[in-house]
């Protein structure tokens, strides 16, 4: 399978916003700006090799949450490359898979050093295999915004109250919140796709549980089901 050079990345890209990028050769530059984990991926001139390596970071326990995404993974990424974007401050592992309609569809994978020095509020909230992931593997996993169809980077991640711009969240649930309801002030958003839904995470609810918006609807479901269907949005269109 051919590989993904500069030409293909920029029609991949080519309905994202305005976005300058490179490809980092492998070259001592390369190798100081990335994790050490990620220089196989750089270093190779052979995609099957690059797509290797990257997928060998991933934590199984998180890929078994997501079972349609990670069949995608298994039979539709086509190459995966060391880029800087000009929108982000270090450069990122982009996964690049073919979607429905045979057209590229590019995640863009953080280095987990960006992850933050402190934690998201509520972020104790999501699963243990979404933490190891965003804290080991990629501290962010989204497509064209930074923000869809994916794990939003900790280090960009809101409140859903910072987010719609609404009071401070609340850091105690009301005395008189039902089980199985939702707060708008107790959550913390972890993905979306543009301004047409939203993942999200409370510690009002167990952990494994997400709630997810739909205008005009709040429901509260399973986190791995919820994530791997917003993933597969950007496959399925």
Same mark, same amino acid.
């Given at each position: 399978? /051919? ?12 309905? @994202? =916003?305005?976005?300058?990028? /490179?490809?980092?050769?492998?070259? $001592? ?18 995609? +099957?090799?690059?797509?290797? =390596?990257?997928? /060998? ?16 993974? &298994?039979?539709?990424?086509? +190459?995966? &490359?060391?880029?800087?974007?000009? @929108? ?7 996964? !690049?898979?073919? #979607? ?29 295999? =979404?933490?190891?992931?965003? &804290?080991? !593997? ?29 009071? $401070? ?6 005395? #008189? ?23 999200? !995470? ?23 089901? =919820?994530?791997? $269907? ?8």
């Amino acid at each position: 399978m /051919a590989g993904i050079d500069t030409a293909a990345l920029a029609q991949a890209f080519s309905d @994202w =916003a305005p976005n300058q990028f /490179a490809i980092l050769e492998p070259s $001592e530059y390369t190798r100081h700006r990335i994790p050490d984990a990620w220089w196989p991926t750089a270093a190779s001139p052979d995609p +099957d090799e690059r797509r290797s =390596a990257a997928m /060998a970071l991933w934590n199984t326990d998180f890929l078994a949450m997501i079972p349609r995404f990670a069949q995608a993974l &298994r039979e539709r990424l086509v +190459d995966v &490359r060391v880029v800087q974007h000009s @929108w982000l401050p270090a450069p990122t592992l982009d996964y !690049v898979l073919i #979607d429905d309609e045979g057209r590229h569809a590019v995640w863009l994978g953080e280095d987990p050093a960006t992850f933050g020095d402190t934690d998201p509020t509520f972020f104790e909230a999501l699963p243990p295999q =979404a933490d190891t992931f965003l &804290r080991t !593997v990629h501290a962010g996993f989204t497509t064209w915004d930074g923000e869809s169809c994916g794990l939003i980077a900790p280090a960009r991640m809101q409140t859903y109250a910072a987010y719609v711009g609404w009071p $401070e969240p609340l850091s105690a649930p009301p005395a #008189d919140l039902e089980p199985d309801s939702v707060h708008p002030l107790r959550m913390l958003r972890i993905g979306g796709r543009e301004t047409y839904s939203d993942l999200l !995470v409370s510690p009002d609810h167990p952990q494994g549980f997400a709630v997810t918006y739909f205008e005009p609807d709040f429901d509260i479901t399973l986190f791995g089901h =919820a994530l791997d $269907e917003l993933m597969m949005l950007a496959l399925e269109g």
